[in-house]
Nanobody, 132 residues
Framework: QMQFVESGGGLVQTGGSLRLSCVPS????????IGWFRQIPGKGREGVAC????????YYPDSVKGRFTISRDMAKSTVYLQMDNLKPEDTGVYFC?????????????????????????WGKGTQVTVSA
């Protein structure tokens, strides 16, 4: 079964930082785009970061730009989401997901689409709670 395993969530105070990790199970990240999404109570799913695994090019929506950083360690086949200056409104369940882009170009447009409409393979999520 192809899925992700996320870890690194927890409780942090406003202004604090967390680093989430995402490891694939049952498939390779080669040629994939990987995204991080969050489900906030009372709100819909929101995509917060996306990276093309092959070259590390990343995309962020304005809501998290400058605070969140997505990266990958190819030796460990792991994708990270570094979250800094966290706010209570960042509280939610964070998921990573992957899909295979049809094009090796236009990463910004591809990622924007994925973060809007979702991706194929998902993890079960990790809880992030930011206290006021």
């Amino acid at each position: 079964q192809m899925q992700f395993v996320e870890s690194g969530g927890g409780l942090v105070q406003t202004g604090g930082s967390l680093r989430l990790s995402c490891v694939p199970s049952g498939f390779s990240l080669d040629k994939k785009a990987i995204g991080w999404f969050r489900q906030i109570p009372g709100k819909g799913r929101e995509g917060v970061a996306c990276v093309r695994y092959s070259d590390g090019e990343a995309y962020y929506p304005d809501s998290v730009k400058g605070r969140f950083t997505i990266s990958r360690d190819m030796a460990k086949s792991t994708v990270y989401l570094q979250m800094d200056n966290l706010k209570p409104e960042d509280t939610g369940v964070y998921f990573c997901a992957a899909d295979t882009p049809a094009s090796e170009r236009n990463t910004q447009a591809v990622c924007r689409m994925y973060l809007t409409y979702g991706m194929d393979f998902w993890g079960k999520g990790t809880q992030v709670t930011v206290s006021a």
